[in-house]
């Protein structure tokens, strides 16, 4: 039997790597710590990566808006490998296996269309764990693209019901929302309405994410008569990105991605989610 430790280094056990797909030219953290209280590096890459799928599709689907922005759950990018959980990408080559051991569910890709106010309520969804004194890191705290804000923890945290189908307190961490794909970037606006690229995870209202769903006055989720989420995506419709008739997951995105890069994979140097000190305060 292998031992976990050795998993710290990339692909050092004996799995089937698969083919290599680009150079990272640095270490990436994502480590649970990071990865899920943070902005993180690999983060930016897959939100990257899933914008720009999206941006493309658009281009060449008349029926299909341009993403404004991107945006993924924490919990979706792994630490968990065959061999063990690593903490950090090494700087070196990135195989097929590490793309799979990284984004490993079946979430596809889809485009939603929801206010400025449903995109504020998201965030204040992500980072209502944080300086919370809970040592349990939440799998909901966002990576994005296209979007930059800032996070203030001294300030009300958004609360959700007992079970989780209406939001109680809207929060008021969130501040400067700023769209950085507008030239020039332009400040958030709660009344107007913005393609969002995400996954089908998160546009299924999964992870307390209610503003991705149907609700009435009270902010309470609506339900079918079935008691299913309504969401405010159509899974059957022009929302879902698909190639000859299959949906595209969040990993297929990041693999070609990562292959039509013509050069080393470096971190990205301006900030796109800035936290006050209050929010290091567990």
Same mark, same amino acid.
């Given at each position: 039997?292998?031992?976990?430790?050795?998993?710290?280094?990339? !692909? $050092?056990?004996?799995?089937? $790597?698969?083919?290599?797909?680009?150079?990272? !030219?640095?270490?990436?953290?994502?480590?649970?710590?990071?990865?899920?209280?943070? #902005?993180?590096?690999?983060?930016?890459?897959?939100?990257?990566?899933?914008?720009?799928?999206?941006?493309?599709?658009?281009?060449?689907?008349?029926?299909?808006?341009?993403?404004?922005?991107?945006? &993924?759950?924490?919990? =979706?990018?792994?630490?968990?490998?065959?061999?063990?959980?690593? +903490?950090?990408?090494?700087?070196?080559?990135?195989?097929?296996?590490?793309?799979? %051991?990284?984004?490993?569910?079946?979430?596809?890709?889809?485009?939603?269309?929801? =206010?400025?106010?449903? &995109?504020?309520?998201?965030? #204040?969804?992500?980072? /209502?764990?944080?300086?919370?004194?809970?040592?349990?890191? /939440?799998?909901?705290?966002?990576?994005? =693209?296209?979007?930059?804000?800032?996070?203030?923890? *001294?300030? %009300?945290?958004?609360?959700? =019901?007992?079970?989780?189908?209406?939001?109680?307190?809207?929060? !008021?961490?969130?501040? @400067?929302? &700023?769209?950085?794909?507008?030239?020039?970037?332009?400040?958030?606006?709660?009344?107007?309405?913005? #393609?969002?690229?995400?996954?089908?995870?998160?546009? +299924?209202?999964? %992870?307390?994410?209610?503003?991705?769903?149907?609700?009435?006055? +009270?902010?309470?989720?609506?339900?079918?008569?079935?008691?299913?989420?309504?969401?405010?995506?159509?899974?059957?419709?022009?929302?879902?990105?698909?190639?000859?008739?299959?949906?595209?997951?969040?990993?297929?995105?990041?693999? /070609?991605?990562?292959?039509?890069? !013509?050069?080393?994979?470096? *971190?990205?140097? $301006?900030?796109?989610? /800035?936290?006050?000190?209050?929010?290091?305060? @567990?």
């Amino acid at each position: 039997m292998l031992n976990a430790m050795y998993c710290v280094e990339f !692909n $050092t056990c004996e799995q089937e $790597t698969g083919s290599a797909l680009a150079y990272l !030219n640095e270490e990436f953290d994502i480590s649970f710590n990071n990865i899920r209280t943070k #902005e993180n590096q690999i983060g930016n890459l897959v939100s990257d990566a899933i914008f720009e799928a999206s941006k493309n599709y658009c281009e060449e689907n008349e029926n299909f808006s341009c993403p404004e922005l991107a945006i &993924i759950n924490a919990g =979706s990018i792994r630490q968990e490998t065959p061999c063990g959980t690593r +903490q950090s990408l090494p700087k070196g080559e990135i195989y097929q296996s590490d793309v799979i %051991d990284l984004l490993p569910f079946s979430n596809y890709l889809v485009e939603v269309k929801i =206010s400025g106010e449903d &995109i504020l309520l998201a965030l #204040e969804r992500a980072v /209502s764990n944080l300086a919370s004194g809970n040592k349990i890191h /939440s799998p909901y705290f966002l990576q994005v =693209s296209g979007i930059s804000f800032f996070v203030d923890c *001294k300030e %009300d945290a958004q609360t959700l =019901s007992t079970g989780g189908m209406q939001i109680i307190k809207r929060g !008021n961490r969130i501040k @400067n929302v &700023i769209i950085t794909t507008t030239n020039p970037p332009s400040p958030l606006i709660k009344k107007k309405y913005y #393609e969002v690229a995400t996954t089908s995870y998160l546009a +299924q209202g999964n %992870d307390g994410f209610l503003a991705f769903l149907q609700r009435d006055k +009270q902010n309470r989720a609506i339900t079918s008569k079935k008691g299913i989420f309504l969401a405010k995506y159509n899974p059957t419709s022009d929302n879902v990105l698909d190639e000859n008739e299959q949906t595209i997951t969040y990993a297929q995105t990041f693999s /070609s991605w990562l292959k039509n890069k !013509n050069e080393p994979i470096v *971190k990205q140097k $301006t900030p796109r989610i /800035s936290l006050d000190k209050s929010c290091f305060n @567990n």
